[in-house]
Nanobody, 125 residues
Framework: VQLQASGGGAVQPGGSLRLSCTAS????????VGWFRQAPGKEREAVSA????????YYADTLKGRFTISRDNTKNTVYLQMDELKPDDTAVYYC???????????????????WGQGTEVTVSS
């Protein structure tokens, strides 16, 4: 599975961006997908995730209410809608896919077998 993250860019505080994670080489129907981010000088952290069926979504506590994850399996794409962006949201955002096989801990990086290359988000006035 190859993952391509896109949609990053520069935005002012309070603005919005929608990131996309598009897969090729396989259908995402059988994968949970997560978003992680790494800010300059910090460790990578879990942002959000969605199960293969889209039945369940997960968010980092600090991001609930501002970010929304969704997926369109017909387009083999997962989206991360980011609203009310803050300077602290500045980071490289990565998407990752985890094959559905049982218990899954969405916020743990080793749960994901495939990673995209990252898309940069800069929130600044």
């Amino acid at each position: 599975v190859q993952l391509q993250a896109s949609g990053g860019g520069a935005v002012q505080p309070g603005g919005s961006l929608r990131l996309s994670c598009t897969a090729s080489g396989a259908t995402l129907d059988y994968y949970h997908v997560g978003w992680f981010r790494q800010a300059p000088g910090k460790e990578r952290e879990a942002v959000s995730a969605i199960t293969s069926s889209a039945r369940n979504t997960y968010y980092a506590d600090t991001l609930k209410g501002r970010f929304t994850i969704s997926r369109d399996n017909t387009k083999n794409t997962v989206y991360l809608q980011m609203d009310e962006l803050k300077p602290d949201d500045t980071a490289v955002y990565y998407c990752a896919a985890a094959q559905v096989r049982g218990p899954w801990y969405w916020g743990i990086e080793v749960e994901y077998e495939y990673w995209g290359q990252g898309t940069e988000v800069t929130v600044s006035s």
